[in-house]
């Protein structure tokens, strides 16, 4: 667990090194996962997952985590706290059908190498932009919560489904890249 106000330095075998000052509401942390879309204030199955995977050394053990805070990125106020909960340690691929006497559960492939701990977010009512943090890790990436958090990404995948559609013209005004109707002869039809 990192301090909050401490001096860190890191330095790498071929002599290149940084040092950073930890701060728990600036120090961005890759291990704290979050939905880059937003949540919904209404909406249950609201989760983030906190776990890393550190090669050869296995999974980072964040046992030592023991709170987590939701905080408005407006006003610096926590709005949610809860507990990270284990949700699964480093599970392994199954068991090959027909090897389970000579298949080892060590042998087998993990799924992501992480103990991935889950945040409960369902709690949080708010709309607005967050950040979660978590004493000696550092905080999330900042994320929206509000009614129409969904409504960028489903025009964004709609618009990919129209661009990608054959057997009608792209035209102006419904796009700039215009395109002929495409794939229309020969007409195939099959008895099956």
């Given amino acids: 667990a990192l301090e909050n106000g401490r001096e860190y330095t890191v330095a790498l075998a071929d002599g290149r090194k940084v040092t950073f000052i ?3 509401t600036r120090t961005i ?11 919904l204030p209404s909406g249950s199955g609201n989760y983030a997952y906190l776990g890393a995977f550190l090669g050869e050394y296995g999974a980072h053990d964040f046992a030592f985590a023991k709170t987590f805070q939701v905080v408005s990125s407006e006003t610096g106020e926590i709005v949610l706290t809860g507990q990270p909960k284990l949700r699964d340690k480093a599970s392994r691929c199954g068991v090959v059908p027909g ?3 000579e298949q080892k559960a060590e042998d087998r492939p993990l ?8 945040l409960d977010l369902n709690g949080l009512k708010k709309e607005g932009t967050f950040f979660i943090t ?5 905080r999330s990436w900042p994320f929206r919560c509000g009614v129409d958090v969904y409504g960028e990404a489903f025009y964004v ?13 792209l035209e102006q005004p419904y796009t700039q890249w215009k395109r002929i109707k495409c794939h229309t002869d020969p007409v195939y039809e099959c008895g099956y």
């Fill in 22 to 24: 930890y701060d728990e």
């Fill in 29 to 39: 942390s890759r291990a704290i996962k979050i939905n880059q879309v937003g949540y």
């Fill in 99 to 101: 090897k389970e006497k």
């Fill in 111 to 118: 799924i992501n190498g992480e103990d991935v701990y889950e």
């Fill in 134 to 138: 978590i004493p000696g890790v550092g």
């Fill in 157 to 169: 995948a709609s618009r990919g489904y129209f661009h990608q559609r054959c057997g009608i013209s």
